[in-house]
Structures are given as structure tokens and as C-alpha cells.
């Protein structure tokens, strides 16, 4: 059985940065491949922020979330493939899943609003 693996975190870059781009020959860990050594990658399904060219994946500042890639080797008579998923990383990743999160966002909306009406309270009193 054919396994793959990432051996980096896959990172959104920051804001107005260019894409950070993988080639996914070297970022991908084969096993039980067998002698193969081309490969086809393709992604899961279509992600924003996310493209693939080839054996290049490139993320930018749009992606976060998770993603998935089917590697696959041999032929139509031997074929080989494994899927593989990573969460995108990075505080860019990170504060994108907060702000697209819905039930985050209230959380957080509640979270201050409560703190700006109870603020008096949570400074207390200055010393005398």
C-alpha cells in the first residue's frame, strides 16, 4: 500500500506577500512507490487560495483550511496513488479560519461587547 506524507507545514503567506510556493516532489515524503520517480500531483477539489501547476502547489493570501493532494505513479495496468490532507499554518491561516469562522466571529463580538459594557468593572476602581 502507497503512502505520502508532507514533511513541511504548508503556510499562507502574509497580506500583499507573494504566494509561497511548494514543489511537491520535495514536500511530499513517498512510500511504496516502489522505482517510480515521476509522479502526478492534483488537488482534492478546488480551494481558494490555493493552485496547482504541475508539481508546484502555491498558496496565497486567500488559502487556509485544510487541503488534500492525490499523488499517483505507474500505469493504467499497475496504478499507485495515495491522498494526502494538511491544514494550512501560519498566523495568516490562523486569524483567516477566525475571521470566516461564524460562530468565532460572534464569540468574539460578544466577547467585546461585553468587555466595552462591563468595562468599569473589569478596570475597578483606581487607588485613592
Known amino acids: 500500500m502507497a503512502t505520502a506524507t508532507f514533511n513541511t507545514n504548508i503556510e499562507t503567506p502574509a497580506p500583499n506577500a507573494r504566494a509561497n510556493s511548494y ?7 513517498k ?5 517510480y520517480i515521476s509522479f502526478v500531483y492534483r488537488l482534492g477539489e478546488k480551494y481558494k487560495g490555493v493552485s496547482l501547476l504541475d508539481n508546484i502547489l502555491n498558496i496565497d493570501e486567500n ?3 485544510e487541503i488534500s493532494v492525490t499523488v499517483s ?6 496504478p499507485i496513488q495515495a491522498t494526502i490532507s494538511t491544514k494550512l499554518y501560519g498566523f495568516y491561516a490562523t486569524r483567516l479560519e477566525l475571521i470566516n469562522n461564524e460562530s468565532t466571529a460572534a464569540a468574539f463580538q460578544n466577547a467585546i461587547a461585553s468587555a466595552k459594557n462591563n468595562w468599569s468593572s473589569l478596570v475597578g476602581n483606581p487607588p485613592a
Not at 512510500?31 to 522505482?35: A, I, K, P, S
Not at 505513479?73 to 499497475?78: E, F, I, L, Q, T
Open 73 to 78: 505513479a505507474g500505469d493504467k495496468n499497475r
Open 63 to 65: 488559502a487556509y483550511g
Open 23 to 29: 514543489d511537491l516532489n520535495t514536500v511530499i515524503t
Open 31 to 35: 512510500d511504496g512507490f516502489g522505482d
